[in-house]
């Protein structure tokens, strides 16, 4: 096999190479005058036999010669993840979703069941029972679905009790406006209502059942009316003077003619509810609807008032 040795002409990079054993000779592949015969075409013959020196010797430089090629192809590529980090800047160091998680401690819904994270906790004010915000908006979404509007904890016979604006927070706009609507709707159903007496308002009013108030004023139209009669408001005459009057003596005519009736002493026929004057002789009246009563007292049969004027 001719061997040639390495060119001193020929520029070559300077890398660090591995060691090899000594007595091996190192090649330039590059080289157009370097070439060699294959061992494999060797041996075919005795004529071409192949010594056991020589196959040892052409063994290791085919050894080196492949260690030198893995070595100048290692050199050539940049390892990985070896970038310089800038200066000034600190290494991002990510977290994770499972180290997130394990910072808020977890507990079970008692609705859905499963286990929830802290930060999706909801406690009904005076109740020791856990839920999740999600379960919580379903269940009183479904209440206020069955017109019911005191929503209680859900596990039985639990005093825990929902209030609207403890649950602002995690309701959504429209199951908030829906429960109050609602609560507005069953106090109105659940409490003494009235019109307003006059009949170009008509505004719905509610009793409230505290103190007794007889002269009060629609919030709507601004007129007095009497809260014990529900009519308009009847000056200087009480309110069972007035509801001893009949419905058809109840305008406002009628009460003035009353109060002019008190000023002159006038009486009413016990009968026809029309109103007399007496102007002369005894207390015993007769009405001109046929019916005799007193001028004293109103009654049919009255002995005791009957005296001369």
């Known amino acids: 096999m001719a061997v040639h040795p390495i060119n001193k002409g ?8 591995p060691e090899f054993p000594q007595g091996i000779e190192i090649f330039d592949l590059e080289s ?45 590529s940049e390892p990985p993840n070896t970038k310089k980090r ?12 499972n180290s997130k998680a394990n ?20 406690n009904i004010k005076g109740c020791s029972h856990a839920y999740c915000a999600d379960c919580m908006i379903k269940y009183v979404a479904s209440k206020l679905q069955d017109n019911i509007t005191g929503i209680r904890c859900p596990v039985t016979k639990c005093e825990g009790l929902l209030e609207p604006e403890y649950c602002r927070n995690i309701l ?61 408001w009847h000056a200087e005459i ?12 109840r305008d406002r005519e009628d009460i003035m003619l009353m109060k002019l009736a008190r000023k002159k002493k006038w009486v009413r026929c ?4 029309f109103v007399v004057s007496r102007t002369r002789g005894c207390s015993s009246i007769r009405c001109r609807c046929g019916t005799a009563f007193c001028y004293g007292c109103g009654s049919a049969s009255c002995y005791g008032c009957y005296q001369p004027m």
């Open 86 to 97: 800038e200066k000034g800047k600190k290494p991002f160091t990510g977290e994770s979703s």
């Open 172 to 232: 959504p706009k429209e199951v908030f406006d829906r429960w109050g609507d609602a609560l507005c709707e069953a106090m109105v159903l659940g409490s003494r209502t009235f019109y307003c007496p006059f009949k170009d308002c008509s505004t719905l009013l509610i009793d409230d059942g505290g103190e007794a108030v007889k002269e009060s004023e629609c919030p709507s139209c601004r007129r007095l009316f009497c809260a014990q009669c529900k009519v308009p």
């Open 10 to 17: 020929i520029s070559i990079k300077k890398r660090k190479r």
């Open 103 to 122: 910072r808020y401690p977890s507990f079970i819904c008692e609705i859905c069941v499963e286990p929830k994270q802290a930060n999706q906790l909801f």
């Open 238 to 249: 009480e309110c069972r003077e007035f509801q001893k009057l009949h419905k058809d003596e």
């Open 270 to 273: 016990p009968n026809c509810r």
């Open 32 to 76: 157009d005058s370097f070439c060699f015969t294959p061992i494999k075409d060797k041996g075919n013959s005795k004529n071409n036999a192949i010594s056991v020196e020589q196959y040892s010797e052409e063994q290791d430089l085919r050894l080196a010669i492949k260690l030198s090629t893995i070595a100048y192809c290692n050199d050539d």
